[in-house]
Every structure is written in C-alpha cells, then in structure tokens.
C-alpha cells in the first residue's frame, strides 16, 4: 500500500527554501533531490512541482532569496567604510552558507556563457548596486572589482576551502578585519 503524502503544507515555499538551503550547506548543490527533499519535508513531490515547477525553480527561488538577503544585509553598512562592507558580506556567507554556495554557481548561471534567469535579475542587480554605493563608486571600478574579489574570495575560502581548516572562528574575524584593513589603508594612501 502508497502512503500519500500531503500536498498541502503550512507554508511550503518557507519550508523548502529552508529546507534546500540546509541540504546545499551540508551536502553541496548536486546532491539536491526534489523527491528526497519533499519526502524529507514531509509533502508530495507535486506539491513541491507545483511551487516551484522544478529543481531549477527552486534553486532559482532560493538565490534569488539570497540576494535580497545579501543587499539587505549591505545596506546595514555604513556608507565608504570597506571594512564594515566586507564584515557584513563575509557574515552573510557564514550566516546562510547554503544561499552563498548557489548564488555565485554554475548551477544558476551557466559557464558557456548562459544568462542569470529572469527572476534573479533585480534581486542579483540591487545586492551589487547596494554594495556599489556603499562603496561610494557609480559602477564597477577597479576598487569595487578590488574590494568585491578580496571579500568574496575570503568569504569562500572560509566557507569552504582550505582557510576554513586552518584557523577558528575567533581567528578569522581578526583575520578578516586585518585584510580589510589593508584595503582601506591603501584607499587613504590613494585618497578615497
């Protein structure tokens, strides 16, 4: 006898987006399974299809939530201060490691040269214009490129590369400080 499982849940778009991000933080992006995910969120797998029509809609929806978080928690920064921008994206990576995986993936933007899906063009565009203009630059100078790459690279390696392994969590926050530090030392040396 099929046990049917229930198509509806209290808020399942919460739930799987929560869900899914947790799964991607533990287990990586290619282990995502909507059968196994709807099966471990206790629904139907139609219900989840119906939400978000594939596993492509979900990760789409769950990066797309991971940019409006990223903006938001940019727009906390106070404005030209690129160590209080770096410490709020390099938080953001820890505090929802499951949403930063996907974002910057090849599972949402293909490497052949493919487009970001439609729905992740205003949530992508206001998270980069939010840390643009708390830089203080109009467009994607050199500094901004600078200062994006160092705190994305360092949020990734501590994220999931060999930093992580290397130092503790007390370590990395004087760490972090100390790198952007030097990028704000070397805006005053230049004058910005």
Not at 25 to 33: E, P, S
Not at 164 to 185: K, M, T
């Amino acid at each position: 006898m099929k046990i049917r499982r229930p198509y509806h849940h209290g808020d399942l778009r919460r739930t799987a987006l929560e869900a899914a991000a947790a799964s991607i933080a533990r287990d990586g992006i290619a282990a995502l399974n909507l059968r196994a995910m709807a099966r471990a969120i206790g629904v139907s797998h139609t219900a989840l299809q119906s939400t978000f029509g594939d596993r492509a809609g979900l990760l789409t929806a769950l990066a797309a939530e991971g940019f409006e978080q990223l903006g938001a928690a940019l727009d906390q920064a106070p404005d030209h201060d690129i160590r209080a921008l770096g410490h709020a994206y390099i938080g953001f990576a820890a505090a929802y490691p499951g949403h930063f995986a996907l974002m910057f993936s090849r599972e949402i933007v293909p490497p052949s040269g493919g487009r970001v899906p439609p729905d992740l063009d205003q949530p992508s565009e206001r998270a980069f214009r939010a840390f643009l203009r708390k830089m203080g630059e109009p467009s994607l100078t050199p500094r901004a490129l600078h200062a994006w790459g160092l705190v994305h690279g360092v949020a990734q390696l501590l994220q999931q590369g060999p930093l992580r392994e290397r130092i503790g969590r007390a370590d990395a926050a004087g760490l972090i400080d100390s790198v952007l530090a030097l990028v704000a030392e070397r805006d005053l040396a230049a004058g910005k």
